[in-house]
DNA sequence: TTTT
DNA sequence: TTTT
């Protein structure tokens, strides 16, 4: 243990609908991609200019990821950069790069969600829910982040 | 393009000397890599506990890390997560994670480096300097970073 | 001078137009408000629960600010907090914290800003612009922002 | 409530030892301030370059702050900033800018803090304790940050 | 694999 | 009022 510190503060929007998983000891762990555009310069043409970034979540967190978190949905997500190694069943090294969020904020209203897309952003499945909910989950109540397997 | 914000703060030190190369037209790059500790926590037992993270700089910026910074060297980073999609020769996909740097500040002294560390910690090669200098590099002057073939 | 950090990251609304000034060499200097909400919390009554935060900045930032942004705008500020103390014409101690930005970011598109909101939120004197465009500043243009009196 | 965000990351020296008080609830609250040097600029002789800023924590975080925090030892703080306007006794208006932490990380070992200086920078009073003890603080133990008079 |  |  050293000297250290690490901050990620993206602002994007979700590719897909989170996934959920459960971890051996039933904390909920919710999962997905958020996609962060470039800033655009005008000095070249990045024709790729959109970042990827998984995010993971866990406990009370991810329960406000599942309730309330949809396809198209623009959110301010906090959290520490991740880069984890691990081998497929061949035995092949891999490394997951991701952020795991401890802060997920809404960066537009239902409303708005609603009127910058068409057809239904929104899943009807999932519970209304007042506009601006603000989610601050805790990192101690990440109790198992590194033996889930996912 | 769209709403988007993408900032990443990291505290570690660097595992090497820092990697110089030159893009095709000219602007000097610096690559390095720097251990992050995760925070220490009690409730698991986590012998994985580090995320060794690649640093990219450009331009005048590339030119401070190659200049005054050193393998084991304590700073702070501050830049923009990039998750890069590229193929190797025989084809394989592959995934670069990298923050390419916008400021970088020493975050000990010269002398602290030196207390802290037994054995050649400062490359001699090194010109002398100042203790606590700190740059900021800008935006504009990563002109090609994308061209790159790093 | 030590080491040091100093960052903050806001997103609020422009509580009025920006306010524009020169300084003696002619850079330009822009101000405003950001109305700052405080997350809400179910277990205190707090019926304070904004902070409004003096946000400054110069050269071409300034020249976006004065150019883009309008009351009722939001936006994304990035900055450093800034503590001046001065004194009044009567010789009176004040304080004054503001943040100075280096980078500002809209956090809705033009239509959506003008879908929230009801009566003249846009200044028809404004140039009309394209949404979503980004203004990065660099501290080395801020080149006097000490000698300002403002 | 809207869409907001709030957050700031300092790195500096505290000016005095932190000053510890308790909320009508037993809620404990330390207070200290923090210098956060400005960067060099070659630019301009700026003679008042350090800024002066007052960190306030709740709870856990607080005990930690009362515990391990000393006098001139280089902090990492997080939180938000908060500008509180209240009135004297006699009904003067006053402003109060400080940053509510939610967490801070020691910037340097104790035995950096001790080789840097002379004389009694550590309290003996004091308990001992591990080299880079870092504490996170949760924004829901700050229970009543807004009731109490100080 | 991808959001707007 | 101030740290290094």
Redesign the pocket.
Known sequence: MSISYNRVVLV?????DPEIRFSANGTQVSVF?L?V?RPMRTDINDSNN?D?IRIVSFGKLAEFVSNYLV??RLVLVEGSLRIRKWKTQDGDPRTTTEVVANNIRFMETKSQANV??EGP?IDENVKPVDDDITFFGSESENTDSDDIPF
């Open positions: 994007g929007r979700l590719t897909r991609t996609a555009d959109t990827f396809k198209g910058d897309t952003l």
